[in-house]
């Protein structure tokens, strides 16, 4: 990792709900950096493992950050590691904010909609929509209410949270496209929850215009081997002067590691951004799930993580 990180310290372990747990992440000896709702962070843990996570709580705070993980049980160990080993004054390095599921502060109307452990950075875009008096409303669909974390930090908004438990008597699955459909013209739409709810979000609002269309990832959608981007480019670093051939099989990431290059990345997987490299000329094959659609037609980055090129050559800004 070349990317800038920092240790702080766990000031508190919460229960938030089944198999859930909130971390306060505070300064041991610097202010920590800003950031805004909607942001995440590389949380490292042994054996260099790195998890993503959304901060949930309020952007301006300074002096914390706050997370919550889920225990996830076919997972790869990371989550498990946070729940059975991370404790009140465990020192953990994590890295700056990043955002790639920003908040537009001046959208006439907001619809947030969370699935699960997906509620994480609505909650903190709640927060920020209710201090600057914007009309939203947040929908949370969780199996149970056992299941779901952040009700306390979500109680002081009232009735504009909507609570959604498919699993309990008389539940059903919100209806996306029932919603979408009532909401006012020119509304923003953020998502973020397991991949069948992104899928039907996806559905949902395919007739919206991309711009009013917000989706988070934090795993990447299944994908059809024959769709995996191509080998067979050169790519030109500007900086440096040097051009590296990226063969079949391989990634613009593997090249430049194999060639002693120092990038930054975490998740190699096309999620988290922290790859993200400036294009200067080419045309990407963009296989990411962070960039909008606006941006991956401007091309103006990429994430090299997972990302290939349409032509012969990429010139990138490193």
Known sequence: MSETTFEVRVASVTAEARDIVSLELVALARELP????????DLHLRDGVVRQYSLLNAQDE???????????REGR???????????????????APRNHFALIEDAPHTVL??????????????????????SWELHYCARTREHAAARDKLAPFGDRVRFNFD??????????????????????????????????????TASCAPELVHVEYFSPKATDANDAPRGGFDVVLARSGATLHVGEGKTILDTLIDAGFDVSYSC???????CETPVLEGTPDHRDFVLSVAEKAASKTMMICCSGCKDERLVLDL
């Open 34 to 41: 800003p950031f805004t709702a909607g942001a995440h962070i």
């Open 113 to 134: 909609i969370g699935g699960g452990i997906g509620i994480t950075p609505l909650v903190s875009m709640a927060a920020r929509l209710a201090a600057l008096g914007r």
């Open 167 to 204: 699993q309990e008597p008389g539940g059903s699955m919100l209806d996306l496209a029932a919603l979408v459909a009532k909401s006012p013209a020119g509304s923003h739409f953020y998502c973020c929850g397991p991949l069948p709810m992104l899928a039907a979000f996806e559905q949902a």
């Open 77 to 95: 160990g990371g989550s498990a590691y946070v729940h059975d080993a991370l404790r009140e004054g465990s020192i953990v390095r994590i890295s």
């Open 268 to 274: 190699t997987e096309g999620v988290c951004g922290s």
């Open 62 to 72: 300074r002096h914390r950050y706050v997370i919550a993980v889920q225990r996830e």
